[in-house]
């Protein structure tokens, strides 16, 4: 079946441009991440939806930063008024269930494993 | 806050060899660790999760280990091949299971 799909793949902005990236989750999964990963890093988390939920904001580096997913599926990040350090490569996760712990209530007690798309290459002039 | 580390940044070793890709983390109380790979240009694969009550895991060539009290975990890449040539990744998952905290990453490049 069809994974997690991103476009563009590629976008240059130049600096004080708003850019909308978008990310098309595997089909039926309720949870829906983004991530940030700057050259030569790890990703790092930006925010998290249960299905048009957004639960967890608290990695967006700054207001100029939104995400939605309207319908509980597709989902898009905004960044306006791009600055030059917001070049980055952003990557969507999805994942079947909403995150439990072992050993408690849930729809799985069992880690529920993320599976990233190709992420969008921005960079900012 | 959780922090990941990963030792070495780089690595570039003769095609055969056996190698040791490290990741340390700061908390201890995590439930699971997952090791990624991650081509240019390309998103995360998933290679190999361990849960917190597993020592180890293993897929092919692929060997993880966790040790929890000591905040560590290695990959273990036998019979290196140049198709092994990657970023390798690991990640831990937060107290409430919804975001993924990674390590730096283990740039691998194996030599024919």
């Known amino acids: 079946g069809a994974g997690v799909s991103q476009s563009p793949r590629y976008k240059v902005a130049k600096r004080g441009q708003d850019v909308a990236l978008r990310c098309d989750p595997i089909?039926?999964?309720?949870?829906l991440f983004w991530y940030q990963q700057a050259l030569g890093q790890g990703p790092e988390f930006l925010t998290y939806?249960?299905?048009?939920?957004?639960?967890?904001k608290s990695g967006l580096p700054s207001d100029r930063f939104f995400a939605e997913r309207p319908e509980g599926s597709v989902s898009t990040l905004k960044i306006q008024r791009t600055q030059q350090e917001d070049s980055a490569v952003y990557l969507c996760?999805?994942?079947?269930?909403?995150?439990?712990?072992?050993?408690?209530?849930?729809?799985?007690?069992?880690?529920?494993?993320?599976?990233f798309g190709p992420g969008t290459r921005l960079t900012v002039l | 806050k959780q922090e990941v580390t990963q030792i070495p940044a780089a690595l570039s070793v003769p095609e055969g060899e056996n190698l040791v890709l490290n990741c340390s983390f700061t908390?201890?109380?995590?439930?699971?660790l997952q090791w990624f790979r991650q081509d240019p240009g390309k998103g995360l694969t998933s290679l190999l999760l361990?849960?917190?009550?597993?020592r180890e895991q293993t897929s092919g060539r692929l060997n993880a280990s966790l040790d929890k009290s000591s905040g560590r975990s290695t990959l273990y890449i036998a019979a290196s091949q140049p198709g092994d040539s990657a970023t390798y990744l690991c990640?831990?998952?937060?107290?409430?299971?919804?975001?993924?905290?990674f390590g730096g990453g283990t740039r691998l490049m194996v030599k024919p």
């Open positions: 996760a999805s994942s079947l269930y909403t995150p439990t712990r072992p050993g408690t209530s849930g729809v799985a007690s069992s880690y529920n494993e993320q599976f």
């Open positions: 089909s039926g999964h309720v949870s």
């Open positions: 939806f249960q299905n048009e939920a957004q639960l967890d």
């Open positions: 908390d201890s109380a995590i439930y699971n």
């Open positions: 361990i849960q917190s009550s597993q």
């Open positions: 990640a831990v998952p937060n107290n409430a299971g919804n975001m993924l905290t």
